[in-house]
Antibody, heavy 118, light 110 residues
Framework: EMKLVESGGGLVQPGGSLRLSCEAS????????MSWVRQAPETGLEWVAN????????YYVDSVKGRFTISRDNAKNSLYLQMNSLRAEDTAVYYC???????????WGQGTMVIVSS | VVLTQSPLSLPVTLGQPASISCRSS???????????LNWFQQRPGHSPRRLIY???NRDSGVPDRFSGSGSGTDFTLKISRVEAEDVGVYYC????????FGGGTKVEIK
């Protein structure tokens, strides 16, 4: 069974930092693009970032460029999202999802909540 | 690419059909000839779940009352007979021109 488990969310002040993690199991992690998708309260889904299988390419939504960094450790079957200079509008549930584009997101994690507030 | 879903809210009687539209601002036909339009279901309090990929292919374990159709810029998700467990928000998503999601359609029981 393919599984993704996120961790690392929490309450942080504006301007602060947080690092999200996603541990994968049940599939060959190193063969897959991976993504972060977020959902602000009572709103829809927004793609945040994705990363190629070997980590050589990363892409971001404009609103997080220069502040967020996606990375991966294929030896640990893990995906990460380093979030710096956090803003109130970054408040959301952050999901780890399998895939990059095309037939993306056949598997999702349970999500981790990030609240940016003073 | 902008995906516009309609309606925003869809009250349905149990056992009756439901239909959700997703219109794209650009053709979703990829240079490889495939059309990467997916549909997701998000039940209350749960993560999204992919139902349909490439317009009309059901994911494993998805009931056959769900079907997808369409081409180019116009797509439809149909539920042939709505059941109580189908309550939630449905999103279309295109993966042809990077990734964008539709705004969602909330399905509820009348």
């Amino acid at each position: 069974e393919m599984k993704l488990v996120e961790s690392g969310g929490g309450l942080v002040q504006p301007g602060g930092s947080l690092r999200l993690s996603c541990e994968a199991s049940g599939f060959t992690f190193s063969n897959m693009w991976m993504s972060w998708v977020r959902q602000a309260p009572e709103t829809g889904l927004e793609w945040v970032a994705n990363i190629k299988q070997d980590g050589s390419e990363q892409y971001y939504v404009d609103s997080v460029k220069g502040r967020f960094t996606i990375s991966r450790d294929n030896a640990k079957n893990s995906l990460y999202l380093q979030m710096n200079s956090l803003r109130a509008e970054d408040t959301a549930v952050y999901y780890c999802a399998r895939g990059g584009t095309l037939d993306a997101y056949d598997t999702w994690g349970q999500g981790t909540m990030v609240i940016v507030s003073s | 690419v902008v995906l516009t879903q309609s309606p925003l809210s869809l009250p349905v009687t149990l056992g009756q059909p439901a239909s959700i539209s997703c219109r794209s601002s650009q053709s979703l036909v990829h240079s490889d000839g495939n059309t990467y339009l997916n549909w997701f279901q998000q039940r209350p309090g749960h993560s999204p779940r992919r139902l349909i990929y490439q317009v009309s292919n059901r994911d494993s374990g998805v009931p056959d009352r769900f079907s997808g159709s369409g081409s180019g810029t116009d797509f439809t998700l149909k539920i042939s007979r709505v059941e109580a467990e189908d309550v939630g928000v449905y999103y279309c998503m295109q993966g042809t021109h990077w990734v964008t999601f539709g705004g969602g359609t909330k399905v509820e029981i009348k």
